[in-house]
């Protein structure tokens, strides 16, 4: 079994996004071999979804009349080798990993996939994927299948902090604590805004005055064409209309 302190695995990047001062030293403690990596074998939450993992996958495969591949097996970024994931499963038909999750039902889909967006965008920055799929089992019900899609900004930064992490780790220098990065916006959502008073409030008054928006933007291209082709400056009736070297109109109200 490969030796976790060689390399940077889809959880320990986790840490470094989420910003934890205190995780992210202890993570470069053992790293660098001063502390032993916790034991989380009486930890319930962990041993359960290694449990669930296997019929999680099973029933994406029976599901989806997909098999998966490459479970547990572990990938290496082309560029960076100490980079590194470990797969639940590989899914071939649409080129990406696949995620086992079991959780106990009390939160959202998506409340865990925000969770999970660290270790999700670093596999697939890993393996080059463009989307990653999770199968989340929450409670005792029937998985659900999401598919995330890979954001480059985000894994732009993601990758930074592990670089800088891991330089820290090879140089045996303390890393700064960096603050946390909010997951992905996911913007397909569709929100009734019908019971917000505020946007009731601002929805009103961008009715009411659109009309006259829309007439005043006319007004203003039919006047600036009587300004003379020679003219710096033009002014009458409460406005005046000023052009710049570029030769651009600007019209204003008038001061006294």
Known sequence: MTDRREFLGASD?????????????????????????DDLGDVWPVQLGKCTEK????????????????????????KYPWLRCTLDAWDNELSCPVEAKHVGGRETLETIIDRYQPQMQQQMLVTGAKQCAISVIMGAAEPR?????????????????????????????????????????????????????EWAVRAGTWLETRTAAELNADVAKSIKTLVPADAKKCHGHGVSIT??????????????
Not at 61 to 77: A, D, P, V, Y
Not at 154 to 162: C, T, V
Not at 166 to 182: E, G, H, K, S, Y
């Open 13 to 37: 990047v986790a840490v470094l996004m989420n910003g934890d001062a205190a995780a992210i030293l202890k993570l470069y403690q053992e790293k660098i071999g001063e502390r032993v990596p």
């Open 145 to 197: 299948v999401e598919y995330i899609d890979a954001d480059p900004a985000y894994q732009h930064e993601l990758l930074q902090r592990a670089i800088q992490f891991w330089d820290c780790v090879q140089n045996r220098t303390p890393p700064v604590a960096l603050p946390a990065v909010p997951p992905p916006v996911d913007a397909q959502k569709i929100y009734d805004m019908t019971g917000n008073n």
């Open 55 to 78: 019929l999680n996958l099973d029933w994406y495969e029976n599901k989806s009349g997909e098999m998966l591949f490459e479970r547990g097996k572990q990938r290496i970024h082309s």
């Open 243 to 256: 052009r710049n070297k570029a030769g651009t109109l600007s019209l204003r109200e008038a001061r006294s």
